[in-house]
């Protein structure tokens, strides 16, 4: 019904797909990262711009934010992951929590909660990576690859980060979205219950190219506020709210990513069981410091990590290895696990 309801606000025009806005970064004086002001540079500029549409529409779209080669090898590295995950829990049952996050067993769809660690699921423990699962893939560091690329120094999202959270925003979540053909349509949801301030937003990374046929999430624009969250909680109205909504499809090439705040409702569709293909996301956020107390949402990441580390955090840690330090980044942070 829910669908019957959001294709009729499409009805007699064509289907509507996220894109990216065309915003100019304009070039300023002045270096340095830590300002926040849009006139450091066109990058802090451009961060400016993008989020003033993230609170305007509660999306954004970001093309090109992982280069496509690091997207092959950080998809590559996902699924591996998800088929040590696969083998140790049907092991042991009782260590699904280890591996699996809100989305945990259900069918045709995981929420892979990552290790920072270099080799993943393989140094659990004692913190270096070892082979009693078979496999036979070399261990570059890909995770810490893609989040220099990502929240480095320059990163292609570090600067939108800190507009939005500042350097103290909580590091709140960190996994990956598997859906295999046969998975089911969700229902239109916010992520947390909602809050006046934005409380967290959310990045999904197409580690592929995304088509209608894998379900790519559907997004409701400007459903983010008070408003909108009233005539979702009401159903006299609810019916009336998705038939005339906003609705963005987002279809996405490989190393795109959508930016969302957690408050937006949206979807993900269903991966058609004939022509799908198996959608690998790659999935963190950053929790607002200025929104204390629960969020009445458990974030997707080791139980470990949580609390332990911040965009500043994350950046530093980063910092050296962007400079071709060979050590691990995150050795300090161990795998994530109690």
Do not use: W
Request: hydrophobic share 35%; proline share 4%; aromatic share 8%.
């Amino acid at each position: 019904m829910e669908q019957k309801l959001l294709d009729a606000s499409t009805k007699n025009k064509h289907k509507k797909y996220l894109q990216a806005p065309k915003l100019k970064s304009k070039p300023k004086s002045g270096t340095g990262f830590g300002g926040g002001a849009s006139t450091l540079n066109p990058k802090a500029h451009l961060a400016a711009e993008q989020a003033k549409v993230v609170k305007k529409e509660g999306v954004l779209r970001i093309d090109g934010a992982l280069t496509p080669d690091l997207a092959d090898k950080l998809r590559a590295y996902v699924l591996e992951q998800q088929q040590i995950a696969a083998v140790r829990t049907e092991e042991n049952v009782m260590a699904s929590r280890s591996f699996y996050g809100v989305e945990n067993q259900r069918e045709c769809r995981c929420d892979l909660q990552l290790s920072l660690l270099q080799g993943g699921f393989l140094a659990d423990g004692d913190g270096s990576p070892n082979m009693r699962d078979g496999s036979d893939v070399d261990h570059d560091h890909v995770l810490a690859d893609a989040l220099q690329e990502l929240l480095g120094k320059d990163g292609s999202l570090r600067y939108l980060y800190e507009q939005l959270v500042t350097l103290k925003g909580e590091f709140y979540e960190m996994a990956a979205v598997v859906t295999d053909p046969g998975s089911k349509r969700q229902k239109v949801h916010p992520d947390l219950p909602f809050q006046q301030k934005a409380p967290l937003y959310v990045i999904f990374l197409a580690l592929q190219d995304v088509t209608e046929d894998m379900g790519p999430t559907s997004f409701l624009l400007r459903t983010h506020t008070a408003k909108e969250n009233a005539k979702f909680n009401d159903q006299s109205k609810k019916d009336e709210q998705l038939s005339s909504a906003n609705c963005r499809l987002s279809t996405l090439n490989k190393g795109d990513a959508v930016l969302f705040d957690a408050r937006i409702l949206h979807c993900g569709n269903a991966n058609d069981l004939e022509k799908g293909s198996t959608r690998a996301l790659f999935n963190f956020s950053f929790r607002n410091p200025e929104v204390t107390g629960d969020l009445g949402y458990a974030g997707s990441i080791r139980p470990d990590y949580c609390g332990k580390m911040t965009l500043e955090d994350v950046a530093d840690a980063l910092l050296s290895y962007g400079e071709g330090d060979t050590r691990d980044p995150f050795s300090q942070y161990g795998d994530g696990l109690n």
